[in-house]
């Protein structure tokens, strides 16, 4: 075979992504949106420092739509990766590594993520008072 009819080796029409390969790409992405994140915090701290015009833009952009939508991306961001990172110091003390246990423990991730995410936001608009 020639070397441009040389199929791709998993050939993509026939490649199912793996719930471990899936979890880690996340946990990659999650810490780049972490990253992101936290350019959001460095400008409502600047805003802060810079006086009461500059707070209301920010705090005004992070009560719209959007900044709330970025919230909520950044906090399941932030629990997923706490979670999955937790589940990475389990491998590398050596426990975890069955098939079995593996995809349990991911699907425990993903589960954990999402309910902490909810409760930190159930918590957080029940403290804010009216």
């Not at 790409?25 to 992101?36: C, E, K, V």
């Not at 739509?65 to 389990?90: M, P």
């Not at 590398?92 to 246990?101: I, N, P, Q, V």
Request: glycine content about 10%; charged content about 10%.
């Amino acid at each position: 075979m020639t070397a441009e009819n040389r199929p791709l080796s998993p050939h993509l029409q026939i490649y199912r992504p793996q719930l471990t390969s899936v979890l880690s790409i996340l946990h990659r992405l999650t810490g780049i949106a972490l990253a992101a994140g936290t350019l959001l915090l460095v400008w409502w701290l600047v805003a802060v420092a810079a006086g009461p015009a500059a707070f209301e833009t920010v705090q005004g952009f992070i009560g719209s739509w959007f900044g709330r939508a970025l919230l909520l991306g950044w906090s399941y961001a932030l629990f997923y990766h706490l979670a999955n990172g937790i589940r990475h110091l389990a491998w590398d003390a050596g426990w975890g590594f069955e098939l079995k246990t593996v995809y349990l423990t991911g699907w425990m991730v993903i589960w954990a993520s999402v309910a902490l995410t909810l409760l930190a936001w159930i918590l957080g608009y029940s403290m804010r008072g009216g």
